[in-house]
């Protein structure tokens, strides 16, 4: 007699947390000693090898940024609003989005010409704002953390993502990023996600198609006089 399908998941499943759990009793002792020697790893670690450059950081950065089909803007801080307002009239998208949260967007007056959602993207989502943590001029990658108002799903759901980068947060290689999120505590956070332009993929006979795993369009405000 055959047996049913939820027993042999149930089976398959108890054999999968099994092996898990083994080879977690069977990995390296968790002694105090251990654990504090990991943690000065941790805090102590040093860079290797990092490529050199000369460029200026915002100039390095927006280069890089537009060699993954990036777009951007240089703007003031008392611009945000005109600025988003302006880039979705471009793209003949209306003045409402969901917004995310970072010391720039949260000290932004919003006017009662544009409509803001704060609450996590959805599927139905056309647009977001959010604000990076910080972004890298080695590669063009934006460094975007979660948080009680910061959902990542805005990374991920909406056709178009919009992200205000504080000129001041643009940092030379990857390594300066992750300093920046140790010191601030940001390692804690849920989710840490890295971005280097829309999302795209060539899978499909070898032709770069965007929006497969994100946002077909990526385009940034990068604040000056922050």
Known sequence: MAQPQSQIMNRAREQILGTIRKSLADGEPRTAR????LRSRIENSRPQVQPAFDDDLLNRFCQKHVAVHGTYD????????????????????????HLGSGPLLDATQWTDKVFVYRKGADRDTKVALSEAVAAVAETGTLVMCSGPTVPPSQNYLP??????????????????????????????????NLI??????????????????????????IVEDA
Do not use: C, F, N
């Open 74 to 97: 240089r703007i003031s801080v008392d611009h945000i609003e005109s600025a988003v307002v302006k880039h979705l009239a471009s793209m003949g998208l209306d003045a409402q989005w």
């Open 196 to 221: 280097t332009g829309p999302s795209k993929t060539g899978d499909i006979e070898q032709t770069i198609q965007y929006g497969a795993h994100g946002p077909r369009r990526l385009h940034l405000l």
């Open 159 to 192: 056709d178009d993502h919009l992200i205000v980068v504080d000129r001041r947060r643009i940092v030379r290689h990857m390594e300066d990023a992750w300093a920046i999120l140790r010191e601030s505590g940001a390692t804690k956070r849920r989710a840490i």
């Open 34 to 37: 251990r654990l504090e020697e």
